[in-house]
């Protein structure tokens, strides 16, 4: 049963920490995308890649956000420094336009 | 900008009865629609999607309607059941965005036995 896999699965950190979420995607899914929930604006777009090349990160705040993909089995989503309004829950999706993937989701909390 | 809208936040209905969840978008170049449904301490699963070209699509229990005109889609869930408690997101993509996808807040629905 193929799946998306995010680590770790929890993440308590101080304010000003450096954070690095990751994700596998599903093997010879070509598109990953980054998404965030929070309670007030559902799952929002943080940065989508397709065959490795980042496409679309302009929901990101560039200023402390970094997504990358360093290869096709591993994607990245760094932030640095953190702080207490990046509490969410991060998610990775890979696969098809007809048909997303999720991971199980990481839970940020920046104290 | 929300352009894709779920105004219920929360649902309530009794175990058998229909669910009925909705949805609006606003962006006119969305040719794609799906549903995820998801439970807590989950990542969203598929669930059903529709597209542009169709205006009714079913899979079991699950049926979408979209209304291009309105620019509105729905899901009914007939019946409903217990196990479908979770919270449904609403999402839309279209190819000239490179087919992301674009999601509404979420409707929580409780089904009650």
């Known amino acids: 049963d193929a799946r998306v896999t995010q680590t770790p699965r929890h993440k308590v950190t101080e304010m000003g920490q450096e954070v690095t979420m990751r994700c596998q995607p599903i093997?010879?899914?070509?598109?990953v995308f980054w998404y965030r929930q929070t309670m007030m604006q559902g799952l929002e777009l943080l940065a989508y890649?397709?065959?490795?090349?980042?496409?679309?990160d302009s929901g990101m705040p560039k200023d402390r956000f970094s997504a990358e993909m360093p290869d096709a089995t591993l994607a990245t989503l760094k932030i640095q420094p953190s702080e207490p309004r990046d509490s969410a829950v991060y998610f990775c999706?890979?696969?098809?336009?007809?048909?997303?993937?999720f991971g199980s989701g990481t839970r940020l909390t920046v104290v | 900008d929300q352009q894709v809208k779920q105004n219920s936040p929360s649902l309530s209905v009794q175990e058998g009865r229909i669910s009925i969840l909705n949805c609006d978008y606003t962006?006119?170049?969305?040719?794609?629609f799906l549903w995820y449904k998801k439970y807590p301490a989950e990542g969203p699963t598929f669930l059903i999607s529709?597209?542009?070209?169709?205006d009714k699509n079913e899979d079991g229990r699950f049926t979408v309607f979209l209304n291009k005109s309105a620019k509105h889609l729905s899901l009914h869930i007939v019946p409903s059941q217990p196990g479908d408690s979770a919270v449904y997101f609403c999402?839309?993509?279209?190819?000239?965005?490179?087919?992301?996808?674009?999601f509404g807040a979420g409707t929580i629905l409780r089904v009650k036995s």
């Open positions: 999706a890979s696969g098809s336009p007809y048909g997303y993937t």
């Open positions: 093997l010879g899914h070509n598109t």
């Open positions: 890649f397709r065959n490795r090349a980042p496409l679309d």
């Open positions: 962006n006119s170049m969305f040719d794609y």
């Open positions: 529709i597209s542009s070209i169709k």
């Open positions: 999402a839309a993509s279209a190819k000239e965005y490179g087919n992301k996808l674009v």
